[in-house]
């Protein structure tokens, strides 16, 4: 058998599309494996929201030439970087061997581009500009048995000036709401405990005015089977009542609530285009928690926006302290081509966006065991994954708030829910005993 194998960058949007590419290339007949020396078939899903993953890729690619030439292997390059022309022209120019090139608007189309390199030993290069479609009915090899990511809206609208991916990723357009339900009726039946809405602005989620992100909540609420709800990422300016309202009424929707800050400047939100202030996400949060108490929060934050000062820098480290978020994604900004913040005046040294970026990670780490203690003496309910990889004999899991649990218990265990009373906190995990 044919062997293929995928390198992901980047999101959870890419992870879900590599389930796609997956499930057409294993259509085709290839088998999947780790390595990549005996691969017939190597595809790279490709991210463009920060530099480092090109350096990643283009370094692959020098490495696995040698490969291509002794085997034969087909070589394909996929996702957001195909979308920028620049990288297209580096691909021209310097990894013209590579066999196959699409992107984000014709990720449908790769089997039968695939089909056609196998059966024509052409060379193909299928990118478009137009974005519109939305890709229904394609096959899917899904990685996870008990988790599940549903893509409801496709593309962004809201061009956050560092961002790349409404360039991308196109405009915002949403899934038929029947397709989604069927979807997740489908996955219910085969076993799904766990959803996983996504979106890149994924509140903005709209089927018609009388179909907004909160009537689809409710509406997935409603099948049986599925046991937890979450949903990455909304922008705190679309966070409407009647979301919150749908998160309060329902216990399957997680109560870890991803709610990207990006600065905690107002002067740099608006500078970024992202249409709120310190004190509106501030005032956000506090509304939510008024309405929804056991709830905690995730973000996303840069630093090294241009022209970020010390000042603007600590109105972020203050809104950290203040929120006490359960998780921090943190980023180092990084210049893209054609966004509006790469051509602003003032970038900021690499020294001390790294410094800033230490500082931020000393006070995130500072906080997660005293964050922790909230969950000692408390019953959580855990979607049990399987054994802890480094003891055979105790289990692992996740809470509804995302907190890695491990506890002994049978294997039988594994893909249910069940009550685990966490009895201690080790930073990065904590440990339970089944109820
Ligand atoms: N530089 C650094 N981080 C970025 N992100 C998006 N664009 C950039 C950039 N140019 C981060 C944002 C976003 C997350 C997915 O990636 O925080 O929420
Ligand atoms: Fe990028 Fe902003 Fe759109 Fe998110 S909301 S994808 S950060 S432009």
Request: hydrophobic letters at 35%; a negative charge.
């Amino acid at each position: 058998m044919k062997k293929y194998t995928i390198m992901t960058m980047g999101c959870k949007q890419n992870e879900s599309d590599s389930e796609i590419i997956a499930g057409m290339a294993e259509r085709l007949g290839f088998e999947k494996t780790d390595d990549f020396k005996e691969c017939d078939l190597i595809i790279f899903n490709t991210c463009c929201v920060r530099e480092n993953a090109e350096e990643r890729l283009f370094g692959k690619l020098g490495e696995i030439k040698n490969i291509k030439e002794k085997r034969g292997t087909i070589i394909a390059v996929g996702g957001c970087m195909t979308q920028q022309k620049h990288i297209m022209e580096k691909i021209k120019q310097s990894y013209n061997f590579v066999d196959l090139v699409f992107g984000t608007h014709t990720l449908n189309k790769f089997e039968e581009d695939l089909k056609k390199i196998i059966e024509n030993k052409e060379k193909v290069r299928d990118i478009l500009d137009i974005d519109g479609e939305i890709f229904e009915g394609l096959p899917i090899k899904r990685e996870d048995k008990f988790k599940a990511s549903v893509t409801i809206m496709y593309g962004c609208n809201n061009f956050c000036s560092y961002c790349i991916v409404p360039y991308v990723r196109g405009r915002e357009r949403s899934r038929k709401r029947e397709n989604i339900l069927k979807e997740i009726n489908d996955l219910a039946l085969e076993g799904y405990k766990e959803i996983t809405l996504l979106g890149q602005n994924v509140n903005s989620y709209n089927d018609g005015e009388d179909y907004k992100f909160a009537n689809l909540l409710n509406d997935i609420c409603k099948i049986d089977g599925i046991e937890r709800i979450r949903f990455i990422s909304p922008h705190p300016k679309d966070f409407t009542d009647d979301v919150i309202e749908a998160i309060k009424n329902n216990k399957k929707i997680s109560r870890l609530v991803h709610l990207p800050l990006q600065s905690g400047s107002s002067n740099i939100l608006k500078l970024m285009n992202r249409k709120y202030t310190k004190e509106d996400y501030l005032a956000l949060v506090e509304k939510i928690r008024k309405q929804i108490p056991d709830v905690v929060f995730s973000t996303d934050i840069i630093v090294g926006f241009p022209s970020e000062t010390e000042e603007d820098f600590e109105d972020t480290l203050d809104v950290v302290r203040k929120v006490n978020f359960e998780q921090v994604f943190m980023f180092i900004y990084s210049r893209r081509i054609g966004t509006v913040a790469d051509k602003m005046e003032n970038q900021i040294d690499e020294d001390v966006k790294h410094e800033r970026f230490d500082r931020l990670k000393n006070l995130y780490d500072s906080k997660v065991s005293l964050n922790n203690q909230k969950y000692i003496g408390k019953t959580e309910k855990i979607l049990v994954e399987g054994t802890s990889k480094n003891n055979d004999n105790m289990l692992t899991g996740r809470s509804d708030t995302n907190k890695v649990v491990v506890f002994e218990g049978s294997i039988d265990l594994i893909g249910k829910i069940v009550d685990v009373e966490i009895i201690e906190e080790h930073k990065w995990y904590l440990k339970g005993i089944v109820k």
